[in-house]
């Protein structure tokens, strides 16, 4: 942007550009465009196809600044935090990362996202959607500040196979001998940058956190260091395919935030979610933590499973039925995929008790349109566990450099 | 938590009740008589709460913040046994008077009839069948005072049953007059005293008791459900329920302590609370001040639930929606107290010595209240208060020096926080309400030896009412019955196992009626049985 | 406006007085199910409050009600309105103008809302997500409610006793929290429900704004969040709180309605005021004109509301006393005024940025919730307010057919004006006195303002009663507060359309579910005069 330009207002522009804009506007020739939370974001930068097999084979770059990001501190921040989310903060030593999930009083999910503990008492929390209300609202008796930092801080997700390699390359010394979850402090030609390893993609891969002002070079150097090594630029929807296949959850695809639905028994508990790994019990009050209590006592009404679906065409919203002649309507796909890396059709879906056991057979009723003529198609699918990928080379430290 | 130096005590106690208001020893004492170990623990150096008599000029004594006891039930004394206890009153059958500075002073109800016959043949002919027609209202609304709410969307029988018995009620009254009801209870008190009246005096006068303790003026829909909610109370405490402890309403309080230490119960007063423990989830007991622990299986806070929540408790062990709701109860302040030292007997034009010893009330119309509320809404104090006064020494000359005089009265509307401060606004608004007074009793000022104002603020501090409210949380249908003082609490139980509140903060609110605390020992027992 | 006559002398089955929107809407359902439809209506032209005017040169004035939400879309399906004419078009945002120069407006895109709130505070911009969640939580429970009839709560007739089973059921299956939330909603005052979700004055100042339209309450008074939620209970093609212009003026509601009645066999006769209905061994039979002629039917529906039906229409001898106290006593208000201006031109109003399209939605001056509160203290002493609240639209911006070209309509709702001042009866004097409060408020925020007022027709809850009918000019035919919804409205143990009256029915917004162009009253009368009948609707 040229100085001295006020930005158009909001009335003529809603949506904000990240520092990555310029370069992602450049590469984006199929000119798919998608508002994240307030930020214009690629859909699709040329090829989902070539996208995505460059997260599962090479390098992306993926801008992941329009995650919200939270700057949670204070002698309280521990307490808070833990309070909210399910996951035991205690244990997460400064300088790692955790995946978190927040409930409401009901124990259904707000939000999902990641805690990175800074310091003793100052953490950031990552979310995809904005949380500040409730993040507020829940500081309530506590000592600790919070704030919205998402425009002072440029992010960038550096993933796939050979994205360490990659990295070195840029010129981040050591980042190899960081593990999974860990957050390491570097320095690439003057600029100070935090990486941490962690990702959307169930693969190997990093993420980049930056000065705004950096952005734009970080961007021409890493794409520099990577052009032996196929780095490109990926959108959201090759992201996508590589986040089913990792099993990883969307907010307003598979769940929605409990306290934004408007009908009743829309909401979902993060047990319901397949989460209850990160629902720690035997920690400290948090937020739903006795509402869970009683959903785990009285068992579990649905869950969210992975589905191996006959067939390869895509299972997208289809309704799930306990039998093929489609009369007990048992639950629904919420994301469905053809998975290119593993060769199997596969999906997410909720599904009622009790039909969610690993191994029950239940039909997927799929519609396909073949040249305008709508098929209607029975597929025989698996309840599965997930993920459906997850490669060796996600935990390897030091990762292999191809 | 880690608590060191957990109490030696030989035997766990089964309930601790925080805080020796009237509500907390009620509770006490059922809890007591049900065969628990109880332990009542007071900050304050006497029990009473807001229930107390102390000296607020050398030789006068007042009560410090209820100053008439009008709305305890009549059986609930019984059943305490308090006149064994030494509870005695000082006068009864209270008379209440309305004044109005030119005008001659109007008594209110059934001894009033010939003075209302007289300014208002209509309302002489309306006021009593509209009064009994209330009263009728009020009698069949009373059982939902003395009951615990039920939880809506539950499935438990308990509740089933009690919204049921509700509905009953409400039909038993006949189909005319359930119409009636249910028109007129979401209606305001205004509109409704005005279809039926037309002496401003009389109108003013039952006005004043539908927005005693709310933040609202009398044009807010919602006032006629507090008038209905009082005469309820007042309903089981006699026909005419206007009463005056003999000692002032601290005697009350010490009787209702003796009731509660001759059920078995323990009382410790000077004995403040600094917080409530909690293991693996549940209230196991208390901490106090000085350091010491007390474990008890079941922990009862006679706090308002701000206090309790936020201050005893401590939001980390609540979830964030219920905290938001507490946070949002509505309980500032909006009465203040004035307390006289008189070297003589005020002289109230035209008013018989007799009724000086009763409730005299300036509210003179409907209009005045609601123009007196007008300034508070923002921040400011009213020009014109209404009024509630007593002479307490008329009944009880113990209170004062031989031949003086006390008077205690109630300010309405006075803001927790005026905009120009208190520090400000303090000797302004004194003298505002001392004016106020001396309009009506002329040569009052020049007979004050020494003047007590108590601000909300100061009630707050005095008595540890969050927002110095009277009722711990306005009287307002959102803050009614279930939903009292926040969905998640009606029941006395919080989300907390072994807690509960037995406070003015829960149903049936706030004012000296001890209901809040026989329910919320019955929820204590309900739940153990 | 044409209005079709009847052949004089002719038996109709149903008389319908008033041809205001919910008459007609009552006449059209009858109409449909074979009935022969006379709708009497007393002004020259027919729409009552729903109309649109032209009263100075080529300037069409929607002088009474002048946006439109809450029409119900059943009705305007059922009642095929589209085929007649009506074109409803939707409106962006609105605007609150602030007295230090600053504003807030809302936008229909999510993001350029969030960032408008975000100038104001960051947290509000998020609670605003909790706050429209919440308000769309009880609108949909209520809206079904809205095409029933409210049971009688004290009845043990099966079909009472089957409609409260029916709400309990759909109250109980939202769920514990909810219902403690529809308790509070209802109960609550519009400024503590918002204080619950913003802390800055003047977002909360911009919502509160539809919680005191045409409601003699101040956002303090509990009972008002159930009126803000009464306003964002419309939808305009299923977008929740959607408010919209009928292309045309308001007139276009009623003249579709017109037509559609015509189209199937329905009349109206326009300048024939009904002086009396017309009782006959204690049922109603027919009207009587001003003119002295006489109309006979069967059945007779009133589209008045409840005082002017039974205390000026029908001879106190045939109603029971205590029906006629309970009339008495229901509360029909005064609290509005309406300016409806020509304009030489669009004014600039500085504190909107250029190129904002706010500026098409209603525009509000007052910032704070205070200064409404104050303006309704004001009402409550019996002058109108100092400051008053004002919605103004400047529809032909986006509607052609209101003004000339380059030449604009601007409607201009004010809260609060009382029907009956403390200092005496309304003078012509006064009313320009109050017409001049309006628009020394608006030019405060519109230096050009003045300059290009052409014409101004200014309108008090006095004149509103006189030339619309409506009792001191309320333009819900009856408060909106607790004691008077659902089964209580308009007299409890009459919720249900029916009167004491046999054949006398009652289809205004002085019934369930109340005001606002929402039909809904006339449609469910209909409804069950056919079932009185025995037809099929």
Known sequence: MPPNVSPPPHFRKPLLETPFHARARELAQTDHFLPWAGYTTVEVFTSVEQEYFAIRNA???????????????????????????????????????????????????????????????EFRLCTAERQLDWLLDSSLGFDVEIEEVTTEIAALAVQGPTSCFVLKRFGLAGVERLKVFEIGEYTAGGRPIMVSRTGFTGDLGYELWMRPGDAGSVWDDLMAAGKTRGIRAIGSQALNMARIEAGFLLPNVDFVNAEHTVRVGRARSPLELGLGWLVEFDKPHFNGRRALLEERRRGLKRLLVGLDVSGNKPAHNALLYAEQAGRREVGSVTSALWSPTCKRNIALALIEAPHYAPGTTLWADIYLNRELVWERRMARSTVVDRPFFAPDRRRATPPADR | MSDAGSSAATRRLDCIVIGGGHNGLVCATYLARAGRSVLVLEAAGRVGGAAVTREFAPGYRVSAGAHLLHLMPRALMDELGLAGQGFTYAGRDLPTTAIAAGLAPLPIGAPGQAALQAVSPRDAAAYPAFSARLRRFAVALYPLLDSIPPRLGSDAWTDRIALLKLGWRIRTLGRREMRELLRIIGMNAYDLIADELETPRLQGALGFDAVLGTNFGPRAPGTVLTLLTRLA??????????????????????????????????????????????????????????????????VISNADAKSTFFKLLGTRHLDTGFVRKVDHLRSRGLAAKLHLALDRLPSFPGLPIAALGGRLLIAPSLDYIERAWDHSKYGECSSAPTLEITLPTVNDPSLAPAGRHVLSAIVQYVPYQPAAGWAAERARYTDVVLATLEAHAPGLRSTVTATEFLTPADLEREFGMSGGHWHHGDLAFDQFYMVRPVPGAAQYRTPVTGLYLCGASCHPGGGVMGLAGRNAARAVLRKAA | MAAVRSPRGRRHDVIVIGAGHNGLVAACYLSRAGLDVLVLERNEYIGGAAVSRRLYGDFTYSNCSYVCSLLRPEIMRGLELPRHGLQIIPYEGGCTLMRDGGHLALYDNHDALRREICRHSKRDAEAYERFSTDVIRQCKFIKPLLMREPPDPTSFRPRDLMELLYLGQRLNATGEDRMYDTLRFWTMSAADFLDEYFESEIVKAHFAGSSIIGTALGPRSPGTAYVLLHHYMGDIDDTVGAWGFARGGMGAVTQALSASLQASGGCIRAAAPVERILVKHGRARGVALASGEEITASTVVSNMDVKRTFLDTVEPEHLPAEFLTAVRRFKIRGSSGKLNIALDGLPRFPAIPEGAPCIRGDLHLTDTVEMMERAYDDWK???????????????????????????????????????????????????????????????????????????????????????????????????????????????????????????????GSTTHPGGGVMGAPGANAARRILRDLGRAA
């Open chain 3, 381 to 507: 002493q019996g002058r109108w307010s100092a400051a008053p609240y004002v919605d103004m639209l400047i529809p032909s911006q986006i509607d052609p057919t209101m003004a000339p070209e380059g030449e604009h309509y601007m409607s201009v709702f004010v809260q609060y004006c009382p029907y009956a001042l403390a200092d005496g009866p309304w003078t012509e004097a006064k009313r320009t006195a109050f017409g001049a409060t309006v628009i020394d408020a608006i030019a405060r925020q519109s230096p050009d303002f003045k300059s290009l007022i052409l014409h101004a027709e200014i309108r008090t809850p006095w004149d509103i009663e006189n030339e619309v009918g409506l009792t001191e000019g309320n333009i819900f035919q009856g408060e909106l507060t607790m004691d008077q919804l659902l089964f209580n409205r308009p007299v409890p143990g009459y919720a249900q359309y029916s009167t004491p009256l046999a054949g006398l029915y009652l289809s």
């Open chain 1, 59 to 121: 390098t992306t770059l993926y801008d992941l600044t329009p995650m919200v990001k939270y700057r949670i501190a204070g002698p309280d921040a521990v307490d808070y935090l833990n309070r909210l989310v399910t996951r035991d903060i205690r244990k997460l030593k400064p300088g790692r990362v955790s995946y978190v999930v927040w409930c409401n009083d009901r124990g259904h999910l707000i939000d999902d996202g990641t805690v990175f503990r800074l310091g003793a008492e």
């Open chain 2, 233 to 298: 109370a007042e309903s089981a405490a006699g026909s005419s329920p206007l009463a005056q402890p003999r000692g002032g309403l601290g005697a009350l309080s010490e009787a209702l302590a003796k009731a509660a230490v001759a059920a078995g119960a323990t009382v410790r007063t000077g004995t403040r609370v600094a917080r409530i423990r909690v293991q693996a989830d549940r209230a196991v007991g208390v901490v106090l001040d000085s350091g010491e622990s007390i474990d008890a299986g079941t």
